[in-house]
């Protein structure tokens, strides 16, 4: 069974700073591609990050410079670090997983919320 397990949300005020964290089992976590995704209510789910198992980064261009996506196949685990958050990354965030035709798998979000 596939899990994909966010955690690291929080409320946070404008320029603050939150790394989120996505714990996956019952995947070959080396071989997928490994991304963030973020939602909010009314709203389509739009891409934040994504990381290929080479390790390879592309990012939205609304985070670039601030966001930065890495992962650890020892722990099973992706990461994304936010720093100079703004009201605007208010989301619930993803994760998801996908390898080929495989997936995607996503996980159950976890919420940020950039607010004075």
């Known amino acids: 069974q596939v899990q994909l397990v966010e955690s690291g949300g929080g409320y946070v005020q404008p320029g603050g700073s939150l790394t989120l964290s996505c714990a996956a089992s019952?995947?070959?976590?080396?071989?997928?591609?490994m991304g963030w995704y973020r939602q909010v209510p009314g709203n389509e789910r739009e891409l934040v990050a994504t990381?290929?198992?080479?390790?390879?980064?592309e990012y939205a261009d609304s985070v670039k410079g601030r966001f930065t996506i890495s992962r650890d196949n020892a722990k099973n685990t992706v990461y994304l670090e936010m720093k100079s958050l703004k009201p605007d990354d208010t989301a619930v965030y993803y994760c998801r997983a996908t390898l080929g035709q495989i997936g995607p798998y996503w996980g159950q979000g976890t919420q940020v919320t950039v607010s004075s």
């Open positions: 990381i290929t198992a080479g390790r390879s980064g």
């Open positions: 019952g995947i070959t976590f080396r071989l997928y591609a």
